[in-house]
């Protein structure tokens, strides 16, 4: 019997060197969060990207990622994370 595996539902806006999606962790709280894959160079002709993730702030349209919510629903988000990687 396989497991559930739990992710949130996400908006995705591609940028011209980016690629963003944002979702709600619902846990003790509600808050946005965001995913953030920047193309950063190429290496051997294959294109690098960094990943970034966060709290998003809708009125400055910046990720912190220095805030730790610990809003009870790390399984569920983490899961988020990698159901967006390409």
């Given at each position: 019997?396989k497991?559930e ?18 979702f ?12 953030q ?33 610990n ?8 899961n ?7």
């Open positions: 019997m497991a595996i739990k992710t949130y539902e996400i908006e995705e806006t591609q940028f011209i060197n980016q690629l963003q999606f944002l709600e962790s619902v846990g003790q709280n509600k808050i946005l969060k965001a995913i894959y920047t193309n950063v160079m190429k290496f051997k002709n294959r294109d690098v990207y960094n990943l970034g993730f966060g709290d998003y702030d809708m009125r400055t349209g910046a990720i912190n990622d220095e805030i730790n919510s809003n009870g629903d790390v399984y569920t988000v983490f988020t994370v990698l159901s967006t990687v390409l």
